[in-house]
């Protein structure tokens, strides 16, 4: 007989990744296993659930509706299997969070170090993406998210706003000048992040004069801790999140410029599903964050 839910599972990974060879990396399978698996739930139910050829395949109606039941079979699944867990007092078991990278690295990463040193018996999986992950399709107990929280069925508690900030060396300042007035940022040497010329440029305002930055980046990278190094060289201004710039800001080794020219904050919040508050863990680790890194 076969493993009906381990195919279920296997089911909706080809949904989520896309395609039998991406599902198989995600699940640690050979693609041919992944077939066997789908071709075992098709027999088992004698229906198709997905028409392949030799170079794409495409869900079924049929196969739509069985995977989008097979989820929340899964999720009941996974609640099932906390059932001991939320009898204990002691946190233990695994966390699985979702974070933007900067956020991930510079904030959340050093408070689940800390949250992990205190109770021995938790594991955290953290994984860092500025991609928004489905909490509930994706098995993730709680996620960090920048910007409105438009997510139904979720709890959103507020985390210290995200903020960006204008900020170059002492040593580059001393060359070229503090810039005044958005203006001025035209006669200064700019470092840009790549995302931005693939999306947008940020338009800055001091209240009298609108420019875009960055207008000619001198370097443009795709990390922003390559940015922030190369201005703590001396190399240019940098437009970067006032988290990455923290420590380098409180020491003086990087100074804030044209404050009222920066974009506005956003909102940051710690979201996560209501009926997984009850785990230890996840309760833990809630008031942990809240409490290092509450609005």
């Known amino acids: ?75 009941q699944v996974r609640w099932a299997e906390t059932a001991v867990e939320r009898n204990r007092r002691e946190p233990q078991g695994q966390l699985r969070i979702t974070v933007p990278v900067t956020l991930g690295q510079c904030v959340i990463g050093p408070l689940l170090t800390g949250f992990l040193k205190r109770h021995p018996q938790v594991t955290a999986d953290l994984h860092l993406s500025d991609s928004v992950a489905d909490l509930l399709g994706d098995g993730y107990d709680a996620a960090v998210r920048i910007g409105p929280v438009h997510a139904e069925g979720l709890v ?29 940022l035209a006669r200064h040497t700019c470092l840009s992040h790549s995302v931005w010329q693939r999306r947008s440029e940020w338009t800055l305002s001091d209240g009298a004069q609108s420019v875009q930055w960055p207008e000619d980046a001198r370097l443009s990278a795709n990390q922003g801790d390559v940015l922030r190094r190369a201005a703590l060289q001396g190399l240019g201004l940098i437009m970067q ?31 996560y599903p209501p009926d997984r508050q009850r785990l230890p863990k996840l309760s833990a680790f809630i008031d942990a964050v809240l409490k290092g890194w509450g609005a």
């Open 1 to 75: 007989m076969f493993d009906k839910l381990r195919s279920m599972e296997v089911l909706v990974a080809v949904a989520d990744a896309g395609s039998f060879a991406a599902a198989a990396r995600a699940l640690d399978l050979t693609p041919a296993m992944v077939g066997r698996h789908v071709q075992a739930l098709e027999t088992h139910l004698g229906a198709r659930l997905i028409q392949r050829t030799t170079r794409q395949h495409r869900f079924t109606e049929v196969g739509l509706s069985f995977t989008q039941d097979s989820r929340r079979v899964l999720e």
């Open 156 to 184: 959103a508690r507020p985390l210290q706003p995200y903020r960006m900030v204008i900020a170059g060396a002492p040593a580059y300042f001393k060359r070229h000048g503090v810039p005044r007035q958005a203006a001025d």
């Open 241 to 271: 999140p006032e988290v990455l710039l923290a420590d380098d800001l409180a020491t003086g080794r990087l100074r804030v410029v044209l404050p009222d020219c920066a974009p506005p904050e956003r909102p940051v919040h710690l979201v």
